[in-house]
């Protein structure tokens, strides 16, 4: 059975920093793409980033370009988000998501986490 156990959130001031984590397990996570996605109070979800089975590609919404790093340690079946320079409109619940194929980056998922609240104070 898959898991994914998004942990990290919380509250943070403008400007700051958070890094997301992922936690998987009940599949094999080095051949899964890995990704995030995000979804504010009245907003549709809207993709932020997704990584290769080796992390040694990665894609990125337009919101989280330049600012957020994709990451994965396929020893410890985690995935990671690092998000720096947080606005206000980062504020959303983030969601993990796995999945065997993920061609684009409007491909929805297999799997998908409970999310982690992150709230951006201006």
């Known amino acids: 059975q898959v898991h994914l156990v998004e942990s990290g959130g919380g509250l943070v001031q403008a400007g700051g920093s958070l890094r997301l984590s992922c936690a998987a397990s009940?599949?094999?996570?080095?051949?899964?793409?890995m990704g995030w996605f995000r979804q504010a109070p009245g907003k549709e979800r809207e993709f932020v980033a997704r990584?290769?089975?080796?992390?040694?590609?990665?894609y990125y919404g337009d919101s989280a370009k330049g600012r957020f790093t994709i990451s994965r340690d396929n020893a410890k079946n985690t995935l990671f988000l690092q998000m720096e320079s947080l606005k206000p409109e980062d504020t959303a619940v983030y969601y993990c998501?796995?999945?065997?194929?993920?061609?684009?980056?409007?491909?929805?998922?297999?799997?998908w986490g409970q999310g982690t609240q992150v709230t951006v104070s201006s």
């Open positions: 998501a796995a999945s065997p194929k993920w061609t684009t980056s409007t491909s929805t998922p297999d799997y």
């Open positions: 009940g599949f094999t996570f080095n051949r899964y793409y």
């Open positions: 990584i290769s089975w080796t992390g040694a590609l990665a």
